[in-house]
Nanobody, 122 residues
Framework: QVQLVESGGGLVQAGGSLRLSCAAS????????MAWYRQAPGKQRELVAS???????NYADSVKGRFTISRDNAKNTVYLQMNSLKPEDTAVFYC????????????????WGQGTQVTVSS
């Protein structure tokens, strides 16, 4: 299986920055896509940003120009640098990983982190 450990959430004032990290460990053969999702109170979980194994990125329109996703393949870690934070960015942020395990390399499975709270005060 795969374990995802998230860190970096917290409370920040509007205009501030935070950096989220998510480290994947376990019986990993390879990792395909990595991503960050978020869920605000009363809202559905939404994609914030994703990155392929080749480094191609995709962002939600609401965070373009403010957030940057990156990954360190040697460490099986994905990062989300969040700048110019706004109160509407307040949410629980979840790490997502699509990985193949050594026990079954023919199929990739999806894994989710426990979530880390990001709160932006006005």
């Amino acid at each position: 299986q795969v374990q995802l450990v998230e860190s970096g959430g917290g409370l920040v004032q509007a205009g501030g920055s935070l950096r989220l990290s998510c480290a994947a460990s376990g019986n990993i053969f390879s990792i395909n896509a990595m991503a960050w999702y978020r869920q605000a109170p009363g809202k559905q979980r939404e994609l914030v940003a994703s990155i392929t194994s080749g480094g191609k990125t995709n962002y939600a329109d609401s965070v373009k120009g403010r957030f940057t996703i990156s990954r360190d393949n040697a460490k099986n870690t994905v990062y989300l640098q969040m700048n110019s934070l706004k109160p509407e960015d307040t949410a629980v942020f979840y790490c997502y990983v699509q990985a193949r395990l050594w026990t079954y390399v023919n199929s990739a499975n999806e894994y989710w982190g426990q979530g880390t709270q990001v709160t932006v005060s006005s």
